[in-house]
T-cell receptor
Framework: DGGITQSPKYLFRKEGQNVTLSCEQN?????MYWYRQDPGQGLRLIYY???????QKGDIAEGYSVSREKKESFPLTVTSAQKNPTAFYLC???????????FGPGTRLTVL | GQQLNQSPQSMFIQEGEDVSMNCTSS?????WLWYKQDPGEGPVLLIA?????ELTSNGRLTAQFGITRKDSFLNISASIPSDVGIYFC?????????????FGKGTKLSVKP
């Protein structure tokens, strides 16, 4: 059953703590993406990776970090430097046609 | 970053009515995509358009790639309650970082039974 999984679905953290969000895909896609979604807003790109061991900053990378050690996995760390981390985080992947991105179910992060 | 202008922002319609929404951009795109997002879930790809003037259908959904390459339209015919959600347009160009998607802010659709 191919797809993109994100875990956990809901995450609560105290202010000042780093937290890592998981994203795994078994679609054999080369490219993976992390987006942030706030109420009433579109999707904003945080980081993306087009190949293993390489990644690029998106529009709002400050306060976030990523790694791409395996093709299947693209974890996102929300650091304490991110001033407003409470949001809905979406991971996506894309195959040969980069334009068609497929999304995971999302992780809702709440920082208390 | 660049964003698309998507309208309307929200729609309240009666079940059975047709729906139209659109996206415009100041830049040209080679690709237009339309997604639907249910509450608390990730967006699902509905239709992808790759040629200016292209008209593509997916069941009751029809989308068009504007001839100027700066706009796209999505129509839903005979709406049903499960059409409720947020519809996003996205545009991109081929290759490298230009393949990244630019998203509109969404059209929130509410359907009254």
């Amino acid at each position: 059953d191919g797809g993109i999984t994100q875990s956990p679905k809901y995450l609560f953290r105290k202010e000042g703590q780093n937290v890592t969000l998981s994203c795994e895909q078994n679609l054999n896609h080369d490219a993976m993406y992390w987006y942030r979604q706030d109420p009433g807003q579109g999707l904003r790109l945080i980081y993306y990776s087009q190949i293993v061991n390489d990644f690029q900053k998106g529009d709002i990378a400050e306060g976030y970090s990523v790694s791409r050690e395996k093709k299947e996995s693209f974890p996102l760390t929300v650091t304490s430097a991110q001033k407003n981390p409470t949001a809905f985080y979406l991971c996506a992947s894309a195959g040969a046609t980069y334009n068609e991105q497929f999304f995971g179910p999302g992780t809702r992060l709440t920082v208390l | 970053g660049q964003q698309l202008n998507q309208s309307p922002q929200s729609m309240f319609i009666q079940e059975g009515e047709d729906v139209s929404m659109n996206c415009t951009s100041s830049s040209i795109f080679n690709t237009w995509l339309w997604y639907k997002q249910d509450p608390g879930e990730g967006p699902v790809l509905l239709i992808a358009l790759y040629k200016a003037g292209e008209l593509t259908s997916n069941g009751r959904l029809t989308a068009q790639f504007g001839i100027t390459r700066k706009d796209s339209f999505l129509n839903i015919s005979a709406s049903i309650p499960s059409d409720v959600g947020i519809y996003f347009c996205a545009g991109s160009n081929y290759g490298g970082s230009q393949g990244n998607l630019i998203f509109g802010k969404g059209t929130k659709l509410s359907v009254k039974p």
